[in-house]
């Protein structure tokens, strides 16, 4: 079976841009989390989407949004892209979003902002 | 929110040698995961070990949820061990919070 797949692999925007970043769970699950990591840090908790509604949000600024489509794919917008918001952008399925259940990640997306 | 420590920050080890990874979390969890991160960065599933004892060949984990922390042994250590360890809990949702990592080295 498939895993967790992200797209793009690696990004490159210039100041300002928009961006969008888009997570395929694995089949069967029907909760989606995005988390980004700094270079040196343990990932940060973005969003938590379940059955197309945010679920979760962590301490990112309203230039990040989210959504999750009824196939439980979800995409990760950011706006107004900053030098601060390089990063890897790591996608995370689970059955529910309970907290008793394991979590399975992506490769991730490379975003890097000039 | 919970707080997660791991310790310690790094660990270099010769091939062969045996390792103790600990993570320290402040709070009553419903999960708790150790991750390998590779090199290009994607989180490899080692334990979801919210309790108890795991063992999946020379790694093994042991969460005492009643004390709040959680050690993953690597035994006869090797090159490919090498890289960032994680530790990561969630409560009642499944926001999962991470520690800083351990970064181990493995010499030949």
Known sequence: DAGVTQSPTHLIKTRGQQVTLRCSPISGHKSVSWYQQVLGQGPQFIFQYYEKEERGRGNFPDRFSARQFPNYSSELNVNALLLGDSALYLCASSLSPRGGREQFFGPGTRLTVL | GIQVEQSPPDLIL????????????????????????????????????????????????????????????????????????????????????????????VRP
Do not use: M
């Not at chain 2, 090199?39 to 004390?67: C, D, H, M």
């Open chain 2, 14 to 105: 010769q091939e062969g040698a045996n390792s103790t990874l600990r993570c320290n979390f402040s709070d009553s969890v419903n999960n708790l995961q150790w991750f390998h991160q590779n090199p290009w960065g994607q989180l490899i599933n080692l334990f979801y070990i919210p309790s108890g004892t795991k063992q999946n060949g020379r790694l093994s984990a042991t969460t005492v949820a009643t004390e709040r922390y959680s050690l993953l042994y690597i035994s006869s250590s090797q090159t490919t061990d090498s890289g960032v360890y994680f530790c990561a809990v969630a409560g009642a949702n499944s926001k999962l919070t991470f520690g800083k990592g351990i970064t181990l080295s």
